[in-house]
Every structure is written in structure tokens, then in C-alpha cells.
């Protein structure tokens, strides 16, 4: 038992870094955000303690934020620090990145120097399958693939354009620089909506002042301690928060 939920003894699916558990109501699933930490396709893994309760909150937080302003997510409840109950949905094999700031895959595959401000926010969408190692695809592989069809792919477009206009006017007022970060999308009943995550394992943040990060980079690259860096997020964008 955690909080209200009775977890079954079997993970529906075990991701690399949540694990996805069945509920009594067949329209909810329970979400476990585990202490696992990885990057590389999995190559690097390690385990810290409260990263699971860091992310949920963190998620958390920002799901009722883009709900607040009409966007339909996934989020129904937390259940424990590290646990959130949420809508079933059947998964878009996409992530769909939004970057204001050149970083990470986007300097290694174009001849763009890290930092660079994009003229503007600029979408890339990876189709997600691990075995093939997550290729970027476009608009036209994703209709005739049957991924989405047009109006769906224009409306995920709108819906991730708008949570980057909502989440880089938050973390600007906390001294963040939102650099990109990563979605992914579900149907639910004829619907789309915003499903996985939104934590410091999803997106990049820098110091507005010192360029200084605060996400899943400081892992990546040995750049100091991940969690105090994760704390940091939290402390700047929910004042009373404490862990
Ligand atoms: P990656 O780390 O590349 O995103 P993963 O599958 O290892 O992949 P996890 O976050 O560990 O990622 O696993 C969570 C899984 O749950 C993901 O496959 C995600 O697509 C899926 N998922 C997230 N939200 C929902 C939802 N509301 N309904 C159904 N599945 C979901
Ligand atoms: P990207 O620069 O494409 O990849 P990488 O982090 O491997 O250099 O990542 C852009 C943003 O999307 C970054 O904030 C991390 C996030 N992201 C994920 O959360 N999961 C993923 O599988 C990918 C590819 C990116």
C-alpha cells in the first residue's frame, strides 16, 4: 500500500526511470518515479536517494500549472511523494522537444555553438523506440507511418508550443533559463493530452545569472552533485517546498 493506492506486486511496465503499475479503476494508472537515474540510452545508471520525490513534485507542480491554463494532462492525484495517479492513456510513440537555446543533440548534429538564442522556439520530434536508438522523424514520416494524422500532429505541435510559452515565463521569473525540454503525448477518448513527466530529468534549466544547470546534465557530464541541483529547482519555484 502507498497513500490511497494498492500497488500490484508487477509494474505493468518498468521504464528506466518510472515504473508503470495497473489500478482498481481501469482508467487510471499509478505511477512510481523511482530513484533510478540514467542517460546514454541506459549506458550510465546510478541511484539517488529522493530523486523519485524530487521529479514527482516537480511534475506535479507543472501539471496543475498547464492545466490551470486549459491544457489537458494526464494528472489525476499523487498518491505518495513519489507517486502519481494518472489518466490511462494510449501513448504516441514521440517525444516532442521544444529548444529556445541551442544544447545537447541539436550542437552535435548542426553546426550550432551551445547557448546560441534560437530566433525562435523551434520543434524536433524523436520517434520513441529505443531499439532504434529514438531517430528524429518529420511531419510526413509521422502521418504515413500512421503515428498521428495531420490535425493530431498540428494540435501536439500547439499544445507543446504553448507549454514552452507558459514554463519559460514561470522559470524566467525564478531565474531560469528554460534551454528544451521533452513531452510525450497519449490518447484518452478521442483526446490528446500531455502525459510521462515534466521534471529536471525532462528539460534543461540554467542559471538566468551564471549558466550554471540544474538538470539531468549535471549527471550527464559530472558537473557536481544532481540532487542538490535538483533541490535547487525546487526550492526556486516553490519557496516553501522542504525535503
Ligand atoms: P524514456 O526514459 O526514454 O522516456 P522509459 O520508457 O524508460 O523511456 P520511464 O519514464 O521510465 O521511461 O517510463 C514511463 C513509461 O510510462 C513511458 O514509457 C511513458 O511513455 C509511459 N507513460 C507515461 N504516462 C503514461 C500514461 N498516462 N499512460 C500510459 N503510459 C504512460
Ligand atoms: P536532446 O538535446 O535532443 O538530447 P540529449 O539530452 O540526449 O542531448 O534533448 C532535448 C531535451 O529533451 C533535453 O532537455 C532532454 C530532453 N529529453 C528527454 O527528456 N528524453 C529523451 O529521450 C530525449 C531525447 C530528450
Not at 494510449?90 to 550542437?107: D, F, H, K, Q, Y
Not at 514561470?170 to 531560469?176: A, L, M, Q
Request: glycine letters at 6%.
Amino acid at each position: 500500500m502507498r497513500g490511497s493506492s494498492v500497488i500490484p506486486a508487477k509494474p505493468l511496465y518498468e521504464g528506466k526511470a518510472k515504473s508503470v503499475y495497473t489500478s482498481e479503476n481501469p482508467d487510471e494508472l499509478i505511477v512510481v518515479f523511482r530513484n533510478d537515474m540514467t542517460a546514454f540510452n541506459g549506458v550510465k545508471h546510478d541511484l539517488f536517494t529522493d530523486k523519485g520525490r524530487l521529479n514527482a513534485t516537480a511534475s506535479e507542480f507543472f501539471m496543475k500549472m498547464l492545466e490551470a491554463e486549459g491544457i489537458k494532462t494526464h494528472y489525476i492525484r499523487m498518491s505518495a511523494p513519489d507517486t502519481m495517479i494518472v489518466r490511462r492513456l494510449e501513448m504516441i510513440p514521440l517525444e516532442v522537444i521544444v529548444r529556445n537555446v541551442a544544447a545537447g543533440s541539436m550542437t552535435k548534429k548542426y553546426p550550432v555553438a551551445e547557448g546560441t538564442v534560437l530566433d525562435w522556439p523551434v520543434v524536433t520530434i524523436d520517434y520513441k523506440d529505443d531499439e532504434r536508438g529514438d531517430p528524429m522523424i518529420n511531419d510526413d514520416l509521422i502521418q504515413v507511418l500512421h503515428i498521428l494524422t495531420g490535425d493530431e500532429l498540428t494540435q501536439v505541435k500547439k499544445i507543446a508550443l504553448l507549454v514552452n510559452t507558459v514554463l519559460t515565463r514561470f522559470f524566467d521569473e525564478c531565474g531560469i533559463r528554460l534551454v528544451d525540454f521533452k513531452l510525450e503525448f497519449g490518447k484518452a477518448g478521442g483526446n490528446i493530452f500531455l502525459g510521462d513527466e515534466i521534471s529536471m530529468d525532462s528539460m534543461r534549466l540554467w542559471d538566468k545569472e551564471t549558466g550554471e544547470s540544474f538538470d539531468k546534465d549535471v549527471y550527464r557530464f559530472n558537473k557536481g552533485d544532481v540532487i542538490t541541483a535538483y533541490r535547487n529547482v525546487l526550492k526556486r519555484i516553490i519557496p516553501e517546498f522542504s525535503l
